[in-house]
């Protein structure tokens, strides 16, 4: 499946949306997005139609629990059985985020921050390499949001990610909402955070929303995305020139599918419009 395939704005492909999606054939997204740990191994009325509707639409695979930081040696039989999953829905490229999952063999169920070490960058690009060489696709990376650094740090996070996917030599999965909520909690302007990053290497777009508890902002990825978080995406774009796949996460307060499925329409007409301003520059 090429890889020009994947554009416009698609949808996480969540459990209680599978029956209905199973059912559209003219739905009008673009692509979907599963985790593969929701489907690998699994079994049931619920795998069958995930499996239906992965075999009959393009689709793009995001990992949860890999802990590319950690320290846990990889399980084989699941990166057995992964490879041949990458390879039956034919994703051109599979993303895992930039963190620690597990501990000793123990699975946190949270995205964990490294740290800002050059220990952590050697470390981080070790394992990704050594990720990526047993992997049947490229391997994205995606950075994520933190409430609070681990440890001293010896560079920002701007430079951290940069060390990391330079050095990895991956791609990079850009959750442009989790570079807007670190930006609102340690103060800093996500515009020209992401002038610094090497924009070269982003592949794809996440875009989610997220909400405020007090004076901290949580990813939630249970709201509507906000305005400016659109606007940061339409930004994104076109410093990018170029389109890539935009993903809607919603993993909590799942809406019905007709609500998700409008807004997903709201942000194709952003994205739309990016492109043709895009279009319009290099006019």
């Not at 990813?219 to 995406?233: F, K, N, Q, R, S």
């Not at 329409?265 to 994205?271: D, K, M, V, W």
Request: hydrophobic share 45%; glycine share 8%; proline share 5%.
């Amino acid at each position: 499946m090429a890889q020009d395939r994947f554009t416009g704005v698609g949808l996480g492909l969540r459990r209680p949306h599978l029956e209905a999606v199973a059912r559209m054939e003219a739905h009008g997204v673009p692509f979907w997005e599963t985790c593969p740990e929701n489907v690998v191994g699994d079994g049931g009325r619920h795998h069958r139609l995930a499996c239906a509707i992965l075999d009959r639409d393009p689709v793009l695979t995001h990992g949860l629990s890999m802990s590319v930081g950690g320290f846990d040696v990889w399980d084989e039989v699941y990166l057995r059985d992964l490879g041949d999953f990458l390879v039956r829905t034919g994703t051109p490229w599979h993303s895992e985020h930039l963190c620690f999952t597990s501990v000793d063999a123990t699975c946190l169920h949270e995205l964990l921050p490294l740290p800002f070490t050059r220990e952590s960058v050697r470390h981080t690009v070790a394992r990704a390499r050594d990720l990526q060489a047993r992997l049947p696709v490229p391997l994205l990376l995606e950075n994520i949001t933190y409430y609070a650094e681990l440890g001293a740090a010896e560079m920002d996070e701007a430079d951290f990610v940069t060390a990391v996917l330079e050095g990895a030599d991956t791609g990079w999965l850009l959750d442009v909402n989790n570079v807007y909520v670190n930006a609102l909690n340690f103060g800093f302007d996500p515009k020209a955070w992401l002038a610094r990053m090497p924009l070269d290497r982003v592949a794809q777009i996440h875009i989610a929303g997220h909400k405020k508890f007090g004076e901290l902002t949580v990813d939630t990825h249970g709201a509507e995305v906000i305005d400016p978080v659109i606007e940061l995406m339409q930004w994104t774009l076109a410093r990018l020139g170029r389109p890539v796949p935009v993903l809607l996460e919603r993993d909590n307060h799942i809406p019905d599918l007709e609500l998700l499925l409008a807004e997903r329409s709201r942000l194709q007409r952003a994205y739309d419009a990016a492109l043709m301003t895009m279009g319009a520059r290099h006019a």
